[in-house]
């Protein structure tokens, strides 16, 4: 995937690692039922390409929101 591409701000001719400023942080929970955790890592390696610094936290135990 080429993310520069993809940026709206910057057009064809961005740099997506020059758009980085700090580490991404991605968080998959245990029991998504609607993004699988192929998802968050097909994104993390996406992002890694692009020289994006990147932590995927998957598989994270799934809580009942306090307004569910």
Do not use: F, Y
């Amino acid at each position: 995937m080429d993310l520069a591409s993809k940026n709206p701000a910057g057009g064809p001719n961005c740099d997506a690692r020059h758009h980085a400023i700090a580490t991404m942080l991605l968080v998959h929970g245990d029991q998504d039922p609607i993004a699988p955790i192929k998802q968050s890592e097909i994104m993390e390696s996406a992002l890694k390409q692009a020289g994006v610094t990147v932590v995927l936290w998957s598989r994270m135990i799934h809580q009942p929101m306090p307004w569910s």
